[in-house]
């Protein structure tokens, strides 16, 4: 049933919001889903890596780094740790900030780019796994690249 959310809706949080089962007006319902379906053991699935590490620290150091995910920031604060780069990200935007919308609606890039105080699109990076995620950043005047 999660696919169908997801297909019908962008994402299956959006899926279960739109058709009542969630209210992005209870803080604590939501909260407590988010909790719930990212209480994964990060540490058993995740390990350093340092290729990835390398990468991004060869990156021009005046270039600032976010995290933007259609997560919650605390299981993207503990994949980054996980992962040995947290350190490297100056912030995390995630679904919360982007009032639940997905990832590649229009108003979550805007809010992306407030959160980071940038105002120029063209200024953006973007890297992504999504084709989806690739085409949207692209449609609101952002650099992109697909990954994975």
Not at 23 to 28: G, I, P, Y
Not at 41 to 63: Q, W
Not at 68 to 94: K, N, P, W, Y
Not at 109 to 137: H, Q
Request: charged share 30%; aromatic share 8%; hydrophobic share 40%.
């Amino acid at each position: 049933y999660a696919y169908t959310l997801y297909q019908r809706h962008g994402t299956a949080l959006r899926g279960l919001i739109a058709e009542g089962y969630l209210s992005k007006e209870s803080d604590a319902c939501m909260d407590g889903f988010l909790n719930d379906v990212h209480d994964l053991p990060i540490h058993e699935l995740l390990s350093p890596d340092m290729k990835l590490r390398d990468v991004l620290r060869r990156i021009d150091p005046t270039i600032r780094k976010f995290v933007f995910t259609a997560s919650v920031s605390h299981h993207a604060q503990r994949c980054l740790e996980a992962l040995g780069i947290a350190d490297l990200m100056e912030g995390i935007v995630d679904v919360k900030d982007c009032d639940f919308e997905t990832k590649h609606s229009p108003s979550s890039f805007r809010v992306a780019m407030e959160r980071a105080g940038i105002t120029d699109p063209e200024s953006c990076l973007f890297v992504d796994d999504s084709v989806k995620n690739i085409e949207a950043a692209r449609r609101v005047g952002w650099r992109s690249v697909l990954v994975g």
